[in-house]
């Protein structure tokens, strides 16, 4: 086999190997990210009524606290311009760590009704919904611990509650967008360097049926005269 055939296999085999343990090292990324967003609904506590619950604060400016959540619709039965799952509700926070008083709006990590931030905690209005959780039923109330440093956060509520913890959810949201398109790079870059190491093996193959192995030159050797 001609020696240039020889490389170009041996270098497309490499490149192909090389391909496909990054392809599958990109699918596990994707595969591990898709189950992180399956497991959304993770919540740091679920259908309690009090409950203990901690605060990690890694940069030491303050969490952004937890997320309340109860069984409900959004419905305004009354009339009264306040969605009726906020005024059957009643949640005490019985200890709070201290709180960061450049943003805990004043609030000193107590708990406060919200839905969506651009509107003034519960009013009845079409836009003003989270249905994050509609398939288990769950409708958002509201809010605590905002700014709060590491810590515990103790509560009392009237009614079962499913607890969100925001820092957390955003951790492994951003964590699973990571992942993601981390594998999907690794395996396009994968399937590119599988395609080159097909190439490679290719024409590899092609050199080593066309091109022959040059034969060594023989010298005849004249007898001496005489």
């Known amino acids: 086999m001609h020696v240039a055939g020889k490389v170009l296999l041996g270098l497309g085999t490499v490149v192909l190997v090389l391909g496909i343990l990054m392809a599958f ?10 189950d992180v967003f399956e497991d959304w609904e993770n919540f740091v506590l679920e259908n309690k009524t009090s409950g203990t619950l901690s605060i990690t604060d890694l940069d030491d400016s303050g969490d952004w606290g ?38 805990d709006d ?6 406060f009704y919200q839905i969506q931030e651009s509107y003034e905690g519960c009013e009845a209005d079409d836009n003003n919904v989270d249905y994050d959780y509609r398939d288990m039923g769950l409708v958002k109330v509201g809010k605590a611990c905002l700014a709060c440093y590491a810590g515990s956060m103790e509560f009392d509520s009237n009614t079962s509650v499913w607890v969100v913890y925001d820092d957390l959810l955003f951790e492994e949201f ?29 024409l590899g193959g092609i050199l080593a049926l066309v091109l022959r192995e040059p034969k060594e030159e023989t010298q005849l050797l004249q007898p001496p005269s005489t």
């Open 25 to 34: 090292a990109g699918g596990e990324n994707i595969k591990d990210s898709n």
């Open 66 to 103: 937890f997320t309340f959540w109860i069984e409900g619709e959004y419905v305004d039965e009354d009339g009264d311009g306040i969605w009726d799952h906020c005024q059957t509700i009643d949640i005490t926070i019985t200890s709070v760590p201290e709180t960061n008083p450049d943003w």
């Open 106 to 111: 004043g609030l000193d990590g107590g708990f």
């Open 174 to 202: 951003v964590g699973g967008v990571a992942d993601a398109a981390g594998g999907f790079l690794a395996a396009v870059g994968g399937m590119s360097l599988m395609a080159c190491g097909g190439c490679f093996l290719l």
